[in-house]
């Protein structure tokens, strides 16, 4: 499947967006979780709604619109793709608290945030975007199989489709089941392959037949958030970012999930910017 | 069983209370999952990968899917699993016995109960598949969108052969939290009904093999014919007042299953039997379908089953192409004027060709099947 990345959007703490991460890639050890904690920006989010927002759609909100921009698209024409890994579970924590207790006097505005497609819903709303809007999962290969749903949209509908990928830090007992230190949004807004002076061309195909062992080893990461004190699983697709940042082409693969492999071919190009 | 209860009329709600919450509403309930608790492996153990496994073991279909894997090969086969609770109820059980300084029971520490694709990834590895699998949680549309998705990975040639399913349970997060939102009703649910008073929970699990394949009657096939995705881009929890998004989204399916409005037999409602819902609704598909297509909420006897309303529905809709009997609105029996829709409250056995079904969930997410007879 052939299609062309035209923006990105990134927002982690200590990484507000597409130049910010270009520079950090020089120095990737500068990142720690002791970098200055701060809100995203968000500016599509009407003041009077940013308190009902939770963060994990200010970020993903964040990103999306960054890579908007960038593609100079209106966002609500974009169809739409988010995923997370392990979801909103700032608002998990809550809900399981509040029913531990006798009460379980739950908030219905925290009840209806919990469903896994807030952050589409949110953005739509902000947007005024009516197109299709999905969330999907796939625990670790959360990443690879989103690229491949928002690849299958933008080819079948024909029309610029935004990928969003987003975790944000689990406390206890949460990071006891998956450790993740520091939140991290991020987005590519991808159109069908064309001139290259659009957008910088991707080639995506699924490779079958891996055994499982190949296929565990497979994300290609010269540098990642994956180091004790700042780990998050959907730093797995920041080697597709990597690769835009550069100007070459290059091979990268994805374990996409039960030995399957997903293999991208980034053809050589200009660095997407705004 | 289904067919004898659509045939039956026979609801599946009931009044016993769930275990721990003194909300007074009718549920769903798959009473074999309380009766047979045959664990899982502790990684995978939840009500809802239950159910999955249930599900899985009916109407010969591990069998089915077994023949597309020696058929198309194990890595050409994918699972797409719509669901809004995944493994929860297993989440509410591990906060409810933490240990000292906010930490998980050894036993509950597994990442594969916690997070959204628990099912997903315990249904690829029940039927040994070695494509991609993924899940998909857009509230009430997640798996009548993974009919949409399947269609479309089909056509780009990712798979030969999808399995799509949807499995949601009951647990106190959904109990508690459309109680507090106040759409839960204390009778069960009437739907489309002058003093319908609100949604019955249920739970279900379904799946269905999706291939490009050309199949005949005779293979007991139906073909998906069409399908339309949209946001209302309105609210998180209310339809949009004129069912924009609802309409957009019938309409996308209509197109893209190259028919005419009065093509369409059957429409199963998305008829959860709140006041808004089916008064929305209602309005879109007025605005929409003409008079003679017969409308129906099959949400009486399965109760709303959140996640897995899209196949839940979506199988009741294709089995009215087979069997030719259109499923009436049971507990129904007063149709609300204002919503402008002719009512089937009674089964009827009218031989449909063409059947659609509406999906719609919170963040105004909305989507819509076409389904026809195969040739």
Known sequence: MKISVSGIGIWAHGIA????????????????????????????????????????????????????????????????????????????DYMCRVLATPEKAMSPTKFHNSVHNATSGYWSIFTGGHHSGGFVSAYLHSFATALIEAATLTISENKPTLLVMYDIANRNPMHDACPIDTPLAYALLLRAAGDTTEGRNISLAVASGIDDEKSAHANTTEFHFERPGNLNPAANGLALLAALGDTGSQQLHFAAGNGSVLDISVGAGAVPSA | MMRESIAAKRSGLDERPWPDSNITTWLGR????????????????????????????????????SEAIERYGAHRCAVMLGTSTSSIGRTEASYRRLEQDDHFNPDDRYASLHNPHSTGAFVAEQLGIKGPAVTISTACSSSARAFASAARWLECGLADAVVVGGVDTLCLSVICGFNSLQLTSTEPCRPFDKNRAGLSLGEAGGFALVTRERLTREDNAVALLG?????????????????????????????????????????????????????????????????????????????????????????????????????????????????????????????????????FGFGGNNCCLVFGKAL
Not at chain 1, 53 to 62: N, S
């Open chain 2, 227 to 359: 399908y339309g995705e949209s946001l209302d881009a309105h609210h998180m929890s209310s339809a949009h007042p004129e069912g924009l998004g609802a309409k957009l989204a019938m309409q996308a399916a209509v197109q893209r299953a190259n028919i005419a409005w009065n093509d369409i037999h059957y429409l199963n409602l998305h008829g959860t039997g709140t006041r808004s819902n089916d008064a929305i609704e209602g309005l879109a598909c007025h605005t929409l379908l003409p008079e003679t297509t017969l409308c129906s909420s099959t949400k009486s006897w399965t109760g709303h089953t959140l996640g897995a309303a899209g196949i839940t529905e979506a199988v009741i809709s294709m089995d009215a192409l087979l069997t030719g009997l259109v499923p009436g609105t049971l507990h129904t029996q007063d149709p609300d004027p204002d919503t402008m829709l002719n009512i089937l409250l009674d089964n009827r056995a009218s031989n449909p060709q063409t059947v659609m079904s509406n999906s």
């Open chain 1, 17 to 92: 967006n597409w130049e910010a991460f270009q520079d950090w890639r020089q120095s990737p050890d500068t990142l720690s979780p002791s970098a200055e904690a701060t809100a995203p920006p968000a500016d599509i989010i009407p003041p009077r709604e940013k308190r009902r927002v939770p963060l994990i759609t200010r970020m993903a909100i964040e990103a999306g619109i960054q890579a908007c921009r960038m593609a100079s698209i209106d966002p609500g024409e974009a169809t739409t793709v988010f995923s997370s890994c392990m979801g909103d579970t700032d608002v998990t």
């Open chain 2, 30 to 65: 798959v009473s074999e999952l309380d009766t047979s608790p045959a664990p899982l492996p502790p990684e995978y153990d939840s009500r809802n990968n239950r159910l999955a496994r249930l599900a899985l073991q009916q109407d010969g279909f591990q069998l089915k899917v």
